[in-house]
């Protein structure tokens, strides 16, 4: 009968390997789901891409007299730095189109005011005239997924978060600058 041993791999064939590389697999895609689209942070992918390169790729190198086993253990690294890079790409992805969105909803603001000489109190106020709907700034869930818009007396301000839970990203109405929070 064959064991989860890696030490008696070899003798369990292919089965082992297959097990290992769908549950590896299984991992990464949950991995992939939780940091690109719930935590939007890039901190599981930088935590993974560590253990590869400080374990996982050290202890498959160290197999030399098994080379199923060696083999095994490079494809789950390939795997989980494959996922890393993966989430890295998707954060930056959504960073690109909540800043592309923000410059949308600017230009926005800038028609409402050049119109009615003011800025909206709100982006509530663009619809349906300037736009359609108002746009999430990124493809996630939750707050950090949505523009904020500020309306004050002196100051209008339209913020997104780029790297939760810090980081945001504001655009000044008036000063028509791009500022950085946290």
Known sequence: ?????????????????????????LIAAALFYLDAFVLN????AVFTLLSVFFYRLPR????VREPDIRKNRLQRAGIYTLMAVLILAANLLNNA????QAVRLI??????????????????????EFI????????????????T????????????TSLPPFARRFYVLEERTWKTLD
């Open 1 to 25: 009968m064959c064991r989860a041993n890696f030490v008696r791999a070899a003798q369990c064939g292919r089965i082992l390997s297959v097990k290992s590389l769908r549950r590896a697999w």
């Open 41 to 44: 942070q890039g901190s599981i």
């Open 60 to 63: 498959a190198f160290l197999a």
């Open 97 to 100: 189109h909540a800043r592309s």
């Open 107 to 128: 230009t926005k603001c800038n028609d409402y005011k050049a119109k009615y000489g003011r800025f909206p109190d709100s982006l509530e106020a663009l619809v349906p």
């Open 132 to 147: 359609h709907r108002v746009p999430r700034a990124k493809l996630v869930p939750g707050r950090n997924g949505r523009f």
């Open 149 to 160: 818009y500020t309306a004050a007396a002196d100051s209008h301000q339209l913020m997104y």
